[in-house]
């Protein structure tokens, strides 16, 4: 099984919602990542976990909190977000980071609306 | 310090060739390339590590020049299913810091 899940796979909020998204991987990797990605520009690096512990976090507004309760799985706590953090939020997960040869496998994303 | 790719955009014939570059102004240990179709996620093709790796996969190889910094994607007679937005993913680790940034991105569209 090589498959990213990522639910929910559309969420509008409001700037004073609290909400969460979450990443699930049964591949038995040690590395989870949080990218952002904004309509027709490359994906940006957010954070990385490696063995469930932070690892980089990319100067990322506290706005976003991220979390890794186990090592299959990565959430993503948002509050009090801005209509410009509207985009789409991609998890993925490699074996070990830093790693040498290893792919990162992506999930399908979560498409963040900010009202 | 995005690495720029080029071209931008591209145009095929089922069956013609295409390269695509990646250059950074930053020392890379490694380059990895992907190719995200519209609506969907980034999907690996294959990572070049320091050294002029070359790697294929496929009718899809890719070259690595350490020195000069920079990487190439080879599309060989091209397929409709290549088409998409490819995206160089480059790696910088120096003096303990980590950097992980994808390059500016070009879209590719093969026509039947």
């Known amino acids: 099984d090589t498959e990213v899940t990522q639910t929910p796979k559309h969420l509008v909020m409001g700037m004073t919602n609290k909400k969460s998204l979450k990443c699930e991987q049964h591949?038995?990797?040690?590395?989870m990542y949080w990218y952002k990605q904004k309509a027709k520009k490359p994906p940006e690096l957010m954070f990385v976990?490696?063995?469930?512990?932070?690892?980089i976090n990319e100067s990322v507004p506290s706005r976003f909190s991220p979390e890794c309760p186990n090592s299959s799985l990565l959430n993503l706590h948002l509050h009090a977000l801005q209509p410009e953090d509207s985009a789409l939020y991609l998890c993925?997960?490699?074996?070990?980071?830093?790693?040498?040869?290893?792919?990162?496998?992506f999930g399908p994303g979560t498409r963040l609306t900010v009202l | 310090q995005q690495p720029v790719q080029s071209p931008q955009a591209v145009i095929l014939r089922e069956g013609e060739d295409a390269v695509i570059n990646c250059s950074s102004s930053?020392?890379?240990?490694?380059v990895h390339w992907y190719r995200q179709k519209h609506g969907e996620a980034p999907v690996f093709l294959m990572i070049?590590?320091?050294?002029?790796e070359q790697k294929g996969h496929e009718k899809i190889s890719a070259s690595f020049n350490e020195k000069k910094q920079q990487s190439s994607l080879y599309l060989t007679a091209s397929q409709l299913s290549y088409s998409g937005t490819y995206f160089c993913?480059?790696?910088?680790?120096?003096?303990?810091?980590?950097?992980?940034?994808f390059g500016t991105g070009t879209r590719l569209k093969v026509l039947a």
């Open positions: 993925a997960s490699s074996q070990v980071f830093p790693g040498q040869t290893d792919t990162q496998y």
């Open positions: 930053k020392a890379l240990y490694s």
């Open positions: 591949m038995g990797h040690r590395a």
């Open positions: 976990y490696s063995y469930e512990k932070l690892s």
């Open positions: 993913g480059t790696e910088m680790r120096a003096s303990g810091t980590y950097k992980y940034i």
């Open positions: 070049l590590l320091k050294g002029g």
